[in-house]
């Protein structure tokens, strides 16, 4: 039985069909190497790549995806990330960027999350529940930030539990970071099944959610809407799959 699950950034991992079937319609082609199990995808234009591993691990990356050029950007996103909030990273990738760089924050800001901004620049917005932030930090040695998206449950004992993670560098995109923010706040359930959610106690599950049928039709509709790829003007596809089969 599938389920309305809220809120949707504690509802779980999710399908991947959810991001591939999207990336695929939009052009991205698939060089995955036959003896390792894990899916490679690499964009029509030859300048980014993404990676899907076979096991989803709390900490370590389940989801990379990487800008190619030298100076370039990456992302990545833990297990038990939801494919409905990667997806609103994904998603803005394959858009036409928009003319003017979007404020994130505020994003979050209109959806109740606190904002702190300490005197290095380090920046942070926390959920409500006290157990979401993102945040935009440097490190202790040097000036170069990172931004980390993270929920992690408290322990009962003075520390924390991770339940996932996500990891980009300050050159990301500001319009791909702002898409996934969106979605991170995103207030509509997502689909899963019954019990299918990594803590049935932090989440609300309503059995009135798509089935399989209308999954499929959602999944469907997600590939028809995906922008018309473009013929690559990059080198040849021998040439391009190497550098996303070596990114493992």
């Not at 995955?32 to 030859?46: G, I, N």
């Not at 990356?61 to 990545?76: C, D, E, F, L, V």
């Not at 529940?129 to 004992?157: C, K």
């Not at 898409?179 to 997502?190: E, H, K, M, S, T």
Request: hydrophobic share 35%; with cysteine; net charge negative.
């Amino acid at each position: 039985m599938w389920c309305d699950t809220t809120p949707r950034h504690l509802a779980g991992p999710g399908d991947p069909r959810h991001i591939t079937q999207a990336l695929r319609a939009a052009g991205w082609k698939n060089f995955d190497d036959p003896d390792f199990p894990h899916v490679v995808l690499v964009s029509p234009d030859y300048q980014h790549s993404f990676v899907l591993e076979p096991t989803p691990s709390t900490y370590g990356p389940w989801w990379r995806i990487a800008s190619t050029p030298w100076g370039g950007w990456h992302a990545s996103f833990g297990g038990n990330t939801p494919v409905e909030i990667i997806a609103g990273f994904t998603d803005a990738l394959v858009r036409t960027p928009p003319e003017t760089e979007p404020d994130i924050w505020s994003t979050l800001r209109t959806a109740d999350w606190t904002y702190e901004r300490d005197e290095r620049g380090n920046e942070q917005a926390r959920h409500p529940d006290g157990i979401t932030t993102l945040e935009r930090r440097a490190n202790l040695t040097s000036d170069h930030f990172a931004w980390t998206a993270e929920v992690a449950l408290p322990t009962g004992l003075g520390g924390h539990k991770r339940l996932w993670h996500a990891h980009f560098d300050d050159h990301t995109p500001r319009h791909l970071l702002a898409g996934f923010a969106a979605a991170l706040v995103d207030p509509a359930p997502v689909s899963r099944g019954r019990y299918d959610v990594p803590h049935s106690h932090l989440v609300t599950q309503v059995e009135r959610g798509a089935q399989g049928e209308q999954l499929a039709a959602a999944r469907k509709a997600r590939r028809s809407a995906a922008p018309t790829a473009q013929p690559p003007n990059g080198p040849a596809t021998e040439a391009a799959a190497t550098p996303a089969t070596r990114s493992r």
